[in-house]
């Protein structure tokens, strides 16, 4: 899968930190992989496998140990403007409303949002059905809504990279799976690269094209899987029998102790 | 037609309950309002009653009718000029602190080395009784106000330090990727999304210091002044004139409470969204 005209690459990508009792801790080992372009790629592995961690190289907020992640071809050095990011916690600014809250990325930047901008950000709003509450502050919506705003906020600037980081953990069960088809016909709209990290196999199996499962620490690429489930995707999925084959082979794959080389 | 009636019965019905509970209520709300003044005048009351019963000296413990009248014989005048003495260093060390504690604060919260190296010496400088230094700091920087300033200052600029850094400190770690990952300077961050998030920690500071400044400024004018409230409860207890002493300290008490307002005002004047939702 190491196409050249892959849109992110790891090479050899390895992670070693530092922690704060002197001792090193590697996160990440012999890491490749490649996505192509609008390609939705799930994540999943045990906690502290160095999923986030991923997710943060590619951001250009952490600079790999060794090897290297390239975008677009080009070797990621700083944070890039084409890449959103949603967040594990629903981050908003609790001192904005909500259609603040959507243009604070631009605003933050650039100390100012064009009329365009808000335009845009009414749009998202309406795309994750939040228009009526536009003028109300994060703290007078419910945990979903706004996680629901911080992935209006991760749009606004048609990132062609959304990066998840266990955007819907800390939903329900339902909300999730309303959440997920959501974030389906979003995807669908405005097709764009995803990388969505996710401690649900269901979840992953849904959403993606491809799931890579990461092994225990050090994190690696145990299996890439391709899903090969029809769109779109609906609820009748989850009850096709490759969706169960898949799910039963994924949790045997991320519970069992890594395979001696 | 039966539904009709029964749903005129109860909308006649249904304004008179709320009307009852309403008037019920706004009793009750002026209660809670009052009971902190009725309680207030009782104290006085008692107090009253035990100094003329037992006929206490007013040297000992002056009537609260004592105190009053020994404040109305003053001229205006005198109270005004000792008042606006302690105003003037009370706000005077308190804005100093602001100004000095809330960019030191910012460079605490920023740099592990700077934290490293500051913190130590702050909370060495907050250990120091201030009452014991504040007679060395006036032989140091002579008569005048600069030092009851600066012993003011000494006095409120911890806590917001303090307060500040932690209220810095929680901004959420996403945010300050959110902001590195758009590329965004430092002082951006810091300016958008730091501060913000330190606004209700450093009011609750702001609060705190400034009756701390009101201390400091008495601590300062009992170790040297010329004029002030804390000079002139000094003065006063030199000549055994407590009950005017007492009426000073009343003065400085509701001076202490009315600065307490001003702040809790402005807070809720810039930044509403800083105050718990109940007391929006
Ligand atoms: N900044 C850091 N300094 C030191 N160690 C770190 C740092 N960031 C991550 N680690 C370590 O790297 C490992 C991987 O962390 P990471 O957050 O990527 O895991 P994760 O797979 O996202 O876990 P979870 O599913 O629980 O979120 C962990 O052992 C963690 O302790
Ligand atoms: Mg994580």
Redesign the pocket.
């Known amino acids: 899968m190491l196409t050249p005209d892959a849109t992110i690459r790891f090479q050899d990508v390895e992670q070693v930190?530092?922690?704060s009792d002197g001792t090193a801790?590697q996160?990440l080992a012999n890491v490749n992989f490649s996505i192509a372009r609008h390609e939705f790629v799930a994540v999943i592995?045990p906690?502290?496998?160095?999923?986030?961690?991923?997710l943060r190289i590619i951001a250009g907020l952490v600079r790999p140990t060794r090897g290297s992640v390239q975008i677009y071809g080009l070797p990621v050095t700083e944070p890039r403007e084409e890449i959103g990011i949603v967040f594990q916690r629903p981050t908003l600014l609790p001192w904005l409303n909500i259609l603040d809250n959507v243009t604070f990325p631009m605003r933050h930047k650039y100390g100012r949002v064009t009329a365009q901008e808000t335009e845009r950000a009414r749009e998202l709003l309406a795309l994750t059905r939040l228009e009526e509450f536009a003028a109300k502050r994060p703290d007078e919506l419910s945990g979903g809504m706004q996680q629901r705003v911080g992935i209006a906020r991760a749009l606004l600037h048609d990132p062609d990279i959304l990066l998840m980081d266990?955007p819907f953990s800390a939903l329900d069960a339902l909300t999730r799976d309303e959440m997920s088809f959501e974030l389906l016909r979003i995807w669908t709209e405005k097709p764009k690269t995803v990388l969505f990290?996710t401690?649900s196999i269901p979840e992953a199996l849904l959403l993606a094209d491809r799931i890579l499962v990461m092994s225990a620490?050090p994190?690696a690429v145990r299996e890439i899987i391709d899903v090969g489930l029809p769109r779109p995707r609906t609820l009748d999925t989850l009850s096709e029998k490759r969706f169960n084959e898949l799910a039963n082979h994924i949790r045997s794959q991320v519970f069992s102790r890594p395979v001696a080389a | 037609m039966n539904s009709q009636t029964t749903s005129a019965a109860r909308s006649s019905a249904a304004p008179l309950q709320p009307e009852l509970t309403k008037r019920k209520l706004l009793v009750l709300a002026w209660l809670d309002r009052l009971a902190p003044v009725l309680a207030a005048l009782a104290v006085i009351g008692v107090w009253e009653l035990i100094c003329r019963v037992f006929a206490l000296p007013n040297y000992l413990l002056p009537s609260p009718s004592a105190i009053v009248t020994s404040a109305f014989a003053l001229d205006p005048g005198i109270w005004l000029t000792h008042t606006w003495a302690t105003l003037r260093v009370s706000l005077g060390g308190y804005a100093l602190a602001i100004i000095i504690a809330i960019p030191l604060a910012v460079l605490l919260a920023n740099s592990r080395l700077m934290s490293r190296t500051l913190y130590p010496m702050l909370v060495v400088i907050q250990s120091t009784p201030i009452v014991g230094v504040a007679p060395i700091i006036v032989v140091l920087m002579g008569a005048g106000e600069m030092p009851r300033i600066f012993i003011t200052f000494l006095i409120t600029f911890f806590p917001i330090v303090v307060s500040t850094v932690t209220g810095l400190m929680s901004t959420p770690e996403e945010l300050k990727e959110l902001s590195r990952s758009l590329g965004a300077s430092k002082a951006r961050e810091i300016r958008n999304i730091q501060l913000p998030f330190a606004v209700p920690y450093i009011f609750s500071a702001l609060r705190i210091s400034i009756t701390l400044a009101i201390i400091g400024a008495v601590v300062a004018e009992f170790v040297a002044a010329e004029k002030g409230l804390g000079f002139f409860i000094a003065f006063s207890t030199s000549f055994l004139r407590i009950p005017q002493a007492f009426a000073a300290l009343i003065v400085l008490v509701t001076l202490s409470l009315l600065l307490f307002q001003v702040i809790a005002l402005v807070q809720r004047w810039l930044f509403p969204w800083s105050l718990p939702k109940e007391s929006r």
């Open positions: 930190f530092m922690s801790v996160a592995g906690s502290g496998c160095g999923k986030s961690t991923l266990e990290i401690h620490r994190g």
